[in-house]
């Protein structure tokens, strides 16, 4: 008499809705982490808020939803304490176990269980002493949009292309989470299941002038508590330390600003941003990097 399989047990995992990826996207405070999620879902995303002329407009090769790891911020009294500060940059900063349980329901139910109301808002950037914005920052931004408009027609071309000729490219159609954080894949890990729910790991690079420079623009942010604005020192003392002290392994002698260590990052399965100042040549990389890994090559 053949004996059946036993039951699964009730604390085990449903299955992983098939064709679902979740993007890690990570770097220094300042590295351009949200301004790339965000054009990435712009990129996408089945619906747009822009005009594009586009007959494929409604066509998409993917579900997108974007989640931020600031959302998972801890209250600030209960933050420990680095060189005087309150350490944002740490790990006992995030509440990690809700994170994870987040990214599981969308991985297995479909939706990100438990997603917590938005914290760290960046408030508009201050303006220079003449009392307007950076003019090399607007044409960085029209370089952006213009670079995300190209990218999303021609990814909805595709999916027309596609659909006319009656090809499936994947079925059910991909599902994207882009998940935006300050520290998702440090060494050691912050903990053993965040790496294992990620399916592309990118690393985004910022000098340590550019990202502090980014930094010091930048008023202030939301918190659960109300609001924050860095203390003098704050991203000296703790900001770059941390991610200094938390990434210098995939970098050769352990300096985040000298060349990748291939090999580190090649066993850690991260990919490591380029260089530049600019982020549209970063924000065309990571889209190639997505669409590799969907099997949606460009044409």
Known sequence: MTTPPP?????????????????????????????????????????????SSSSSSSSSLCDVTLLHADDFYRPEASLPFRAGHRDWDCAAALDLPALCACLEGWLHRGEPVGARPRQGVILEEREDESGSHDSEKEGQDDELLALTRRLREEIQHQAAAATAKGIIITSPPPRLLILDGFLLFPSPPLTPQLPSLLHIKILLRATRAAALARRLARPGYVTLDGFWADPPGYFEDVVWPRYAESHGRYFERGDVEADVDAEVCAREGVQVGPRGEGLAPVLDWVVGVVRAKMGIGRE
């Not at 085990?12 to 098939?18: M, N």
């Not at 982490?33 to 712009?42: E, Q, V």
């Open 7 to 51: 039951l699964p047990s009730s604390s085990s995992p449903p299955p992983s809705i098939p064709n679902s990826l979740i993007l890690g996207l990570s770097g220094v405070s300042s590295s351009g982490k949200t301004t790339i999620a965000t054009h990435l879902l712009s990129i996408f995303s089945s619906s747009s808020s822009s005009s």
